[in-house]
């Protein structure tokens, strides 16, 4: 899986830069994620804009996140489409994970 | 009305489950699902597939798992099916976001879950779910009824 990771300020964006967010990519995704996850960055943005399909694999990898952060600062997710923020409300998730449009305004709401 | 009917194969290898997913995703936007219903069909079957590999074959490439599609303006209706290990009647039974599981405390990270969540997105999305397991083979069927639009006077 490739992904993108850049700091706007305090913020860390990091960019799923797939499709697919799926099965056989959560493995990848981790390797590449966790670390940034386990550093001290004070709000981490996770965006989703170029992601069109993501299964419960990947919303588990997602959830992994959170607990990594284990409320010690800010993980908020962006850049959903309507497609993929679906799977978030089937599963209840949409109360666990904070949201925003895109990227500009979750970086403009968390510094 | 008559449904087009497709039967594929794949092996079960996690990679090749976005073949099975990208053909849903077409055949249910051509009969007129919008982008998330068309999602949520792709991601049922995924689930389903994801499960099979998992589970019935441990995790191991090798096997067949055949996937069915029967697809109408009215109804679309999935199948899963493998010769691997059936899922267990408590696995079968257990219905995670019923009652007071529905609603997960964001605070609670802990009890946030990471995985058997593929059964319950299905149940949540279709209208009929139903497993079985006969001479070898286990089989998943999914239904969701499309409604036919009302035609004002």
New interface residues.
């Given amino acids: 899986m490739k992904i993108e990771a850049n700091k706007a300020g305090k913020i860390l964006v990091i960019k799923i830069r797939e499709a697919r967010f799926g099965a056989d990519s959560v493995d990848s995704f981790s390797q590449q994620v966790l670390p940034f996850i386990r550093e001290e960055n004070p709000a981490i943005l996770l965006d989703l804009s170029e992601v069109n399909f993501l299964d419960s694999s990947g919303l588990a990898a997602l959830i992994s996140c959170l607990k990594a952060r284990n409320g010690t600062g800010h993980l908020a997710l962006c850049g959903a489409r309507a497609s993929v923020a679906s799977l978030f409300r089937l599963t209840r998730m949409d109360r666990v994970f904070r949201f925003f449009p895109t990227s500009e305004e979750g970086v403009a709401a968390l510094s | 009305m008559l449904a087009n009917r497709i039967h594929l194969t794949i092996d079960s290898n996690?990679?090749d489950?976005?073949l099975v997913?990208l053909l849903i995703n077409s055949a249910s936007r051509f009969v007129g699902l919008d982008?998330?219903e068309?999602?949520?069909m792709?991601?049922c079957v995924?689930?389903a597939v994801?499960n099979t590999i998992?589970h019935a074959y441990g995790g191991q490439a090798g096997h067949e798992v055949a996937v069915s599609a029967a697809i109408s303006p009215s109804r679309l209706e999935f199948s899963v099916a493998d010769r691997g290990s059936p899922i267990s009647g408590d696995v079968l039974a257990a219905r995670r976001?019923e009652a007071s599981a529905?609603?997960?405390d964001?605070?609670a990270?802990?009890q946030?879950?990471?995985?058997g969540?593929?059964l319950?997105?299905m149940r949540?999305?279709m209208d009929q779910v139903d497993y079985e397991s006969r001479g070898g083979v286990n089989c998943l069927r999914m239904t969701k009824r499309i409604p036919v639009p009302v035609l004002e006077a």
């Avoid at chain 2, 946030?112 to 995985?115: I, M, R, S, T, V």
């Fill in positions: 996690l990679a489950v976005f997913g982008e998330t068309a999602y949520q792709e991601l995924v689930e994801n998992r976001w529905a609603d997960h964001p605070f990270l802990d946030l879950p990471e995985g969540m593929g319950e997105i949540e999305v």
